[in-house]
T-cell receptor, first 117, second 114 residues
Framework: AQKITQTQPGMFVQEKEAVTLDCTYDTSDQSYGLFWYKQPSSGEMIFLIYQGSYDEQNATEGRYSLNFQKARKSANLVISASQLGDSAMYFCAMREEPSGGSYIPTFGRGTSLIVHP | ETGVTQTPRHLVMGMTNKKSLKCEQHLGHNAMYWYKQSAKKPLELMFVYSLEERVENNSVPSRFSPECPNSSHLFLHLHTLQPEDSALYLC?????????????FGSGTRLTVV
């Protein structure tokens, strides 16, 4: 079974508008971490934001925020005021933390975001 | 410059060739990783090294052979590959194994096996 599910293979957004990229996860661990990465066409993976399972507040980093809904096991990425440079693949990842889990994140299949001028 | 440098950026090799991918980081990170990214598939973890010791090997075929001579360098030696091995191979590093603030990735090597 997939641990990370990104249901949107592709998303389009108008420049300066906000966009939400969906991510749901599956774990029985109480302690885990959720990550979002951006992969531009150049190939490198860029770390965007992190949310710990015990963090009470949603993580924010500049224009990025993570809408963490623990009961629904969702960790959607919200990008506000989209810019043309935001066009890229976006990957959600989860790291289940010990005991019993692996330190190594599991990645979703990704969502391709295209920002229109 | 991401802090993790991978060479070459592109590689085309025949199925009988032997080649190596190189990854280098000078971030002072202690853990390094090889990932395979195929079209329309999730990132697949291949190998994990922590303090130059291999800690995880996810059932990768023996035609892929990693080497970590020191904490700054990681190699992936390739021999007798198959066309389905064509993919983007990403190297990553983190301060410690499974670091809280995520990984730093390289730009990848785009490998084509002909």
């Amino acid at each position: 079974a997939q641990k990370i599910t990104q249901t949107q293979p592709g998303m389009f957004v108008q420049e300066k508008e906000a966009v939400t990229l969906d991510c749901t996860y599956d774990t029985s661990d109480q302690s885990y971490g959720l990550f979002w990465y951006k992969q531009p066409s150049s190939g490198e993976m860029i770390f965007l934001i992190y949310q710990g399972s015990y963090d009470e507040q949603n993580a924010t980093e500049g224009r990025y925020s993570l809408n963490f809904q623990k009961a629904r096991k969702s960790a959607n990425l919200v990008i506000s005021a989209s810019q043309l440079g935001d066009s890229a693949m976006y990957f959600c990842a989860m790291r289940e933390e010990p005991s019993g889990g692996s330190y190594i994140p599991t990645f979703g299949r990704g969502t391709s975001l295209i920002v229109h001028p | 410059e991401t802090g993790v440098t991978q060479t070459p950026r592109h590689l085309v090799m025949g199925m009988t060739n032997k080649k190596s991918l190189k990854c280098e980081q000078h971030l002072g990170h202690n853990a390094m990783y090889w990932y395979k990214q195929s079209a329309k598939k999730p990132l697949e973890l291949m190998f994990v090294y922590s303090l130059e010791e291999r800690v995880e090997n996810n059932s990768v075929p023996s035609r892929f052979s990693p080497e970590c001579p020191n904490s700054s360098h990681l190699f992936l030696h390739l021999h007798t590959l198959q066309p389905e091995d064509s993919a983007l191979y990403l190297c990553a590093s983190s301060q410690v194994l499974g670091s809280l603030y995520g990984y730093t990735f390289g730009s990848g090597t785009r490998l084509t096996v002909v």
